[in-house]
Nanobody, 116 residues
Framework: QVQLVESGGGLVQPGESLRLSCVAS????????MGWYRQAPGKQRELVAT???????NYADSVKGRFAISRENRKNTVFLQTNSLKPEDTGVYYC??????????WGQGTQITVSS
């Protein structure tokens, strides 16, 4: 059974940082990429960042220069370093694993709240 467990969310003030982690277990397939998505209240889930097994990254324009995604392939772990957080970064952050056959797996999410 595939499980994705996120950690690292919390309540921070604008300008502060958080580091999210996601550990994937039960992986029985070849991973195409891992990544992070987020969903703000009343909005659709949106891509934040993805990273392939070769380290090719992709970021949403809204987080470029502030967030950094990284990965430990052998441990099926992906990280998201979030810096200079803004109130509009508030939301539930979901870890995603996509197989080479384009099947998606999701974690349960971790909340980031940015508020003064």
């Amino acid at each position: 059974q595939v499980q994705l467990v996120e950690s690292g969310g919390g309540l921070v003030q604008p300008g502060e940082s958080l580091r999210l982690s996601c550990v994937a277990s039960g992986i029985f397939f070849t991973i195409d990429h891992m990544g992070w998505y987020r969903q703000a209240p009343g909005k659709q889930r949106e891509l934040v960042a993805t990273i392939t097994s070769r380290g090719v990254t992709n970021y949403a324009d809204s987080v470029k220069g502030r967030f950094a995604i990284s990965r430990e392939n052998r441990k099926n772990t992906v990280f998201l370093q979030t810096n200079s957080l803004k109130p509009e970064d508030t939301g539930v952050y979901y870890c995603n694993v996509r197989s080479v056959t384009h099947r998606d797996y999701w974690g349960q999410g971790t909340q980031i709240t940015v508020s003064s």
